[in-house]
């Protein structure tokens, strides 16, 4: 009994002293910082320790945690803690420090000697934000000089147009519309084209089994080795206009489709507006002068039937992909604003000051432009976009237009 009792007292001292074994052992690490104590945290046997953040000193720099006060050998934070340890925080004077600012943000810190002048920073860039320049103030009242013998740390503001370059769409929005877009026009235009030509023509129509076949013919550029929608002149011109150089569209018959359209009181401004389209375009591209009838729509059904085609293909934003040296306004102007479609136009500004003025008019063909609004019931006008005004980098005017 005695030997057993002995045993298990000498078992209990056993585990005892392999408990103390496994307990780790704890050290005090102090960091000083101009020789005062700055912070002291208590760190297991084993472990690393962090490299505080240290408050600034005006015109100093902080040059890291030594283990000496001599500040001549830097602590590695890699090591591991096995004693007790005191580190000290090195300054060096004599440098500036300055914070360069975009909005309340810091995107740089610079350092720089005492007495000397300081390099210009890289030109902040933000996606959809202009910079203006670097200031002294948060005002932007005097603008930064980089030559400046510099003697005292600073804060900068970069004047970055805080202001986007945002897109703001104009919905123009009509009392009466017969057409969404033009695309809805051309379906519907094309559409009567293409029964007109299997109903009251000898035109052959085998390759075209289906309606929307002969929708993508007519709008596609290139068949074979025609491109600019020659094709369409060479297939159905004959069919869309009556030839009479210097002829009136009241005086067409209805054997071809622009007479048949006019004596049924269908699609009478949209082809009012394609003669005007056809004589702007075939004037300003170089194909009439004062001895020919190059911009007369009936003196060419050909030409008539291509540049119709032209029309559809194109809008004021996709002339120039393909006529790069095309810039007529007008044309332009024509491609967007037809009689009867509603339109939709998008445009990009840049706040160059603090507010966009809008234009003082837009002309929509047969409409009077009666003011811009902020709502598309027409209760709220406005003449200038502010920059509260924007929101995700857009903005939507609505135009209100009157017949």
Known sequence: MQIKNKFYFLLLIAFLLLLTGCTPKDYSVKYYLEGELFKEVTVYEGDLIEDLEVPTRRNCIFT???TDNAYETKYDFNDAISSELNLYGGYLSGYLTFNFYSGTEIIETVIVKEGNTMEKVPTPTKENYIFEGWYTDENFTKLYNFDDILFSSDDVYAKCSIYPNAIYEINYIMPEFTWINKDALYEDFYGDFYDFLVNNTDCDMSNFETLESFLVYCKTWKVGKKDSLYHTGDSFGKYYVTIEVGGKLENQPTDTFIGYCYQNDQYKDVINHLITFFAYWRTDEGYTNDTNNGNDFFASAWASMVDTSKFFYFTSETLNDIYAWFNSERVKHALDYIPGVNISKIDTFTFKTEDYQLPDTLVVEGYKFE?????????KP???????????????IYVKLSK
């Not at 003011?371 to 209760?379: A, E, K, N, P, R």
């Open 64 to 66: 890291g945690w030594y």
């Open 371 to 379: 003011g811009f609004y902020l709502d598309s019931s027409f209760t």
């Open 382 to 396: 406005v003449d200038t976009i502010t920059p509260d005004m924007v929101n995700n980098q857009e903005v939507t």
